[in-house]
Nanobody, 128 residues
């Protein structure tokens, strides 16, 4: 079955960096859309970055564009989120999500997709 395990969260000061990891298993990693989402207390979950693994096609929400980078390691079947220039507004629980069995998709398709497989989340806290 699909399993997603996030790690790498923690506490950091504003302006700092963190790298989140999402170890994926149970499906063909290279034929999938994957994404990073976050949810702050009292707010709705928001989509921040997605990627079509087969091509490495990415797309970002404007709130993180230029600061965050989504990437993959196919050999390790792991998704990453490099977060730089962190701000207090980035404080949230971060989740990775997967949509398996995706063939020849675009970055825009993965960004719009309604994901159904989720990890348990990892907390990121940014202090100002």
């Amino acid at each position: 079955q699909v399993q997603l395990v996030e790690s790498g969260g923690g506490s950091v000061q504003a302006g700092g960096s963190l790298r989140l990891s999402c170890a994926a298993s149970g499906y063909t990693f290279s034929r999938s859309c994957m994404g990073w989402f976050r949810q702050a207390p009292g707010k709705v979950r928001e989509r921040i970055a997605t990627i079509y693994i087969g091509r490495g096609s990415t797309r970002y929400d404007d709130s993180v564009k230029g600061r965050f980078t989504i990437s993959q390691d196919n050999a390790k079947t792991t998704l990453y989120l490099q977060m730089n220039s962190l701000e207090s507004e980035d404080t949230a629980m971060y989740f990775c999500a997967a949509a398996p069995q995706m063939f020849d998709r675009s970055g825009d398709y993965c960004y719009a997709f309604d994901y159904s497989f989720w990890g348990q989340g990892t907390q990121v806290t940014v202090s100002s």
